[in-house]
């Protein structure tokens, strides 16, 4: 059963971004944080303390629930929908980072205004702040720009990998909400510009994921899809949640990415995606199925995946699914059946998306050479192992930059030391040894 949309919905996305799809188990996860942080083996968050705070208007928590709720989420409540009586004073907020992670208390306009400057996007405010905004004012020519710079971003993304794109995506989403707070624009540049923050807020989230750097992929993917539902912006929640589906399969939560992934199916039929939004969040259902070892349901998801894909493209697709081509869709094909143990099937699809796949996706073709490498060890074909390992760090070695990548070529390495009486696989093994090192 999916989760019904409350009142609260910032208390809402943050407890789907943890992976608690019931308000019982939200009330359970933030009274183990509770007992953490107070050190008080008997603190309890009862369920109906919970659901009172996902309400439409959620009572400001005791002194001892605020300080379970910043343990649970990494944020004080008045980040998670609850109005604070009286001053407003910040917590830290935990992004990863412990050079911008401590905010000092500051009155509410100031204090907005350095969080965007911080890149702390879920601390700004939904409407601009038009004071002392003379000097700025945005058009649609400056929308424009920023739409560009926004679709680069994603198309770099593709080709190069994450690992040094995510700190050039947070220094723009800074930019789109300093223009947010502190310049002029009309009502309809407005909604644009929140738009664009929110794309760009789901996309560093992802940018994040591929470099491993998972925490705060996390906190941007909640803020996204908080967005996302605040503002009615359901191709945003659509996209969001398969990001956050495709990081529970890396992070081993089969259960949460097929949730995260019938969610997003939810959320697509609202704004009646194209076919091609379907056939992706079909393959994100079934990577949570193959990783939790449910081959049937896998195949039946995959199944459909190729059914909606069969359909083609139409004018409406949303650019965020144009990486789906049918070299990728082979390549998510086979991690399904290489994590359902089907290797030798799993090569078969990984060698001919690795063939299918062009010069703009080189991230994705990166990938899909060290699950082929990893599956072809797991037949114990060393030959094709090597061979796939090496083009798969020859990519990087021409300057694509993923971490994700990097974690898979060290499973390859360490299951090839037990070939090293091979010397194609003992130097396989020094080269990837020395290059990860």
């Not at 989760?3 to 359970?28: H, V």
């Not at 100031?110 to 601390?123: N, R, V």
């Not at 700025?136 to 929308?143: A, K, T, V």
Request: charged share 25%; aromatic share 8%; glycine share 8%.
């Amino acid at each position: 059963m999916t989760p019904r949309t409350p009142g609260n919905e910032r208390l809402f996305a943050a407890r789907l971004a943890k992976g608690w799809f019931s308000q019982e188990g939200a009330a359970d996860g933030v009274s183990d944080a509770g007992r953490r942080a107070l050190r008080d083996t008997n603190f309890q968050v009862s369920v109906r303390t919970y659901r009172r705070w996902e309400s439409v208007d959620p009572p400001w928590p005791r002194p001892d629930c605020a300080t379970a709720l910043r343990e649970a989420f990494g944020r004080g409540p008045e980040h998670l929908g609850f109005t604070p009586p009286g001053g407003f004073a910040a917590d830290e907020v935990d992004t990863g980072d412990t050079d911008e992670a401590i905010i000092t208390p500051v009155n509410r306009r100031a204090f907005t205004a350095g969080a965007a400057m911080l890149g702390l996007p879920w601390l700004s405010p939904l409407t601009p702040t038009s004071a002392r905004s003379g000097d700025l004012r945005i058009s649609h020519d400056e929308i424009d720009m920023l739409r560009e710079t926004a679709f680069d971003l994603d198309a770099i993304d593709q080709r190069f990998g994450g690992d040094r794109l995510w700190r050039s995506a947070r220094s723009h989403l800074m930019w789109v909400h300093h223009l947010i707070n502190h310049s002029t624009y009309p009502d309809e540049v407005g909604q644009e510009l929140h738009q664009i923050a929110g794309q760009l807020t789901t996309s560093l989230g992802w940018f994040c994921y591929d470099a491993d750097r998972q925490p705060e992929a996390r906190v941007y993917f909640s803020e996204a899809l908080n967005t996302a539902m605040l503002t009615g912006d359901g191709p945003l929640a659509t996209r969001t949640l398969s990001n956050m589906a495709r990081q529970s399969v890396d992070l081993g939560k089969p259960r949460e990415t097929v949730q995260f992934a019938r969610l997003a199916r939810e959320k697509a039929a609202e704004w009646q995606a194209p076919p091609r939004v379907a056939a992706l969040l079909a393959i994100r259902e079934a990577q949570g199925y193959a990783k939790g070892g449910n081959e049937v349901q896998a195949s039946g998801a995959i199944k459909r995946a190729w059914r909606s894909f069969s359909q083609g493209t139409t004018d409406r697709d949303p650019g965020w699914v144009a990486f789906l081509n049918e070299a990728e869709l082979t390549c998510l094909e086979g991690m399904c059946r290489s994590d359902l143990g089907q290797h030798r099937l799993a090569v078969r699809l990984l060698e001919r998306s690795a063939t299918l796949q062009d010069i703009e996706h080189s991230r994705n073709r990166g990938m899909c050479l060290a699950r082929l490498s990893y599956a072809a060890i797991q037949e114990q074909d060393v030959d094709r192992t090597v061979a796939a390992a090496t083009e798969s760090l020859r990519l990087i070695e021409g300057g694509m930059t993923s971490t994700r990548n990097l974690r898979q070529l060290l499973l390859v390495r360490d299951s090839l030391q037990r070939y090293q009486h091979s010397g194609q696989a003992r130097d396989a093994v020094e080269r990837l040894t020395a290059y990860i090192a």
